[in-house]
Structure formats: C-alpha cells, structure tokens
C-alpha cells in the first residue's frame, strides 16, 4: 500500500531549479595528490563537492572526464627529446606537454570515488582524439583544420532549458577556466564555485579572476551557491 500523502510531506530531494546545472570537472584520480598530474589542494576539494552534489541544490549535474588515448598529442612521452611542462606549437596554437594522464580505462581516469556519481544525468568524455587536446568541456582545442569540434554538452543543456552553469572541479586554470569562457560564448549565465576549484600553477590566480570577471563570469563560494 502506498502512503501518497505522506510522501508529499516529504522534503523533496531536487530544489526544483532545472534552468541550473553543475558541472563537475575532471575530478579523477590522476589530477588528485598522488597521481600522474596532480594538483595541489585538489583532495581538500572532495568532500565540499560531494556535500554540494548531495544538498539537493542542483537538480541537473553533469560529470566530465578526461579521457586520453595512449598516443595522446599532450603527452610528453610521445614527443621524443620532450619533458612534461615543455610548450610546442600544435595546429598554430600554444600546447603544453604534460605527463601521461587520464588514460582511457586506467584507473588514474576514472571518476574518483569519493564523489556521487550517481546524481550525474550525464558524463561528457574529452580530449579523446589522438590529435588534440581539449581542456574545455563544450569543445576541443583546435585541430589540424583550424577547427573546435564541440563535445554535444552545449546542446545537452539547452535541450534541457538550462541557462545558468555552474562550474567546480580541475583545473581551475585549464579545464574550468576553458569551460567558464565557452559557456559564456555559448550564451549561458556562467559561475565558477571558486572554493571548489584548485589550479596547476596557483601564481596566476589572481589574473585569471580578473580575466574571468572581464568576460562575465560570476565568482561565488560554495557558501553563496548554497545560499
Ligand atoms: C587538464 C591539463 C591536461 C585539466 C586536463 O583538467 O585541467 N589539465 N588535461
Ligand atoms: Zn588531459
């Protein structure tokens, strides 16, 4: 027997907000101390993240994972005579070589396991070609032809009416940063949950805040979001 009207009394699990999703940015193993490229303070970001995932605040989240192939172009390995940090020109634009990371099915790139996947409506897979990196989560970095192939998130969202997205995960100067600047391009609200974020080179933070709030990023805590 169902008690209907005792479940309506319950406190609903979703806040009811679908024009809002949450992305969750390459939070895997390999860019935690410990892995393959690992940023620094990444495991004091965990478990915020896992509160805010399970609040209820956010009805629409989104995972995203890095995803290389062994050959990846970004690896320093597969350029001999280069070492990770090393900066080539790639397809006409800057890349930096970094170490083997987020290999397809190793377990550096799954997505960790201290955060509640399960609440993800999707997870967007990138920088799956061979041939080009691609740190944003809408679209890869550019390839041979000139060209920013997108990933299918940008549609996912406004095929669902969401307008505003906010961003937490890695790497606040790479991945999160790229993403916030095509979210904004792609017409969205964007926010960047800044206390839930972590960069690969911390000394330009104070930069890339500015920068991001020239381009209409909204910058909010945790604390803020919540709220
Ligand atoms: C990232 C460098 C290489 C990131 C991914 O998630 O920010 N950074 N691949
Ligand atoms: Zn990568």
């Not at 996912?156 to 906010?166: A, I």
Request: net charge neutral.
């Amino acid at each position: 027997m169902l008690y209907f009207g005792e479940n309506m009394k319950r406190k609903p699990t979703i806040a009811g907000r679908p024009h809002e999703a949450l992305l969750v940015v390459d939070i895997q193993p390999d860019f935690l101390p410990g892995g393959a490229l690992p940023v620094a303070g990444a495991d004091a970001i965990l478990s915020p993240i896992r509160r805010l995932m399970e609040s209820g605040r956010f009805e629409r989240m989104v995972a995203v994972q890095d995803w290389h192939p062994p050959d990846h172009v970004s690896f320093a390995s597969n350029h001999p005579g280069r070492k990770p940090l090393d900066s080539i020109v790639l397809h006409g634009h800057e890349q930096t070589l970094w170490p083997d990371h987020c290999v397809q099915g190793t377990s550096g790139a799954e997505l960790h396991s201290a955060l509640p996947w399960n609440r993800a409506g999707a997870i967007i897979r990138k920088a799956m070609d061979p041939a080009t990196d691609s740190y944003s989560a809408f679209r890869n970095n550019w390839d041979r032809g000139g060209k920013r192939p997108p990933t299918g998130l940008s549609g996912y969202l406004k095929n669902l009416g969401v307008k505003h997205v906010f961003i937490c995960g890695l790497a606040r100067d790479y991945c999160v940063n790229w993403s916030a600047e095509d979210a904004i391009e792609e017409g969205f609200r964007v926010t960047i949950v800044w206390d839930l974020t972590r960069s690969i080179n911390p000394k330009e933070d104070r930069k890339l805040r500015s920068e991001l709030s020239a381009r209409g990023v909204r910058i909010a805590s945790t604390a803020e979001v919540h709220g």
